[in-house]
């Protein structure tokens, strides 16, 4: 599975940005999505995650209420949708995907999120 991640720039504190990331290669092998972040000076964090088949969804705590992760399987792409973006929440963003959460084997390059006034 190839991964291509998108969407990422700089907002103001309260402002919004949706990501993006598509698939392709062996896409029935994928069995969760997941976008991570990793600010500077910091480990990587699970953000989000989704069952690409049934569309179960999973935030950590930080950004539950302000972020939504979907998925439309037609197109084979994700999408993390941010919302009442916080500087706390600049980081370099990706996505994997894998046939478990355990598993994610495939990652795409990292989009940069700058939340900053």
């Known amino acids: 599975v190839q991964l291509q991640a998108s969407g990422g720039g700089l907002v103001q504190p309260g402002g919004s940005l949706r990501l993006s990331c598509v698939a392709s290669?062996?896409?029935?092998?994928?069995?969760?999505l997941a976008w991570y972040r990793q600010a500077p000076g910091k480990q990587r964090e699970l953000v989000a995650s989704?069952?690409?088949?049934?569309?179960?969804?999973y935030y950590t705590d930080s950004v539950k209420g302000r972020f939504t992760i979907s998925r439309d399987n037609a197109k084979n792409t994700a999408f993390l949708q941010m919302n009442s973006l916080e500087s706390e929440d600049t980081a370099v963003y990706y996505c994997?995907?894998?046939?478990?959460?355990?598993?994610?084997?495939?990652r795409g390059q990292g989009t940069l999120v700058t939340v900053s006034s």
């Open positions: 994997a995907a894998g046939g478990s959460i355990l598993s994610l084997n495939a």
């Open positions: 989704i069952t690409w088949g049934r569309g179960t969804a």
């Open positions: 290669g062996s896409i029935n092998s994928i069995g969760v």
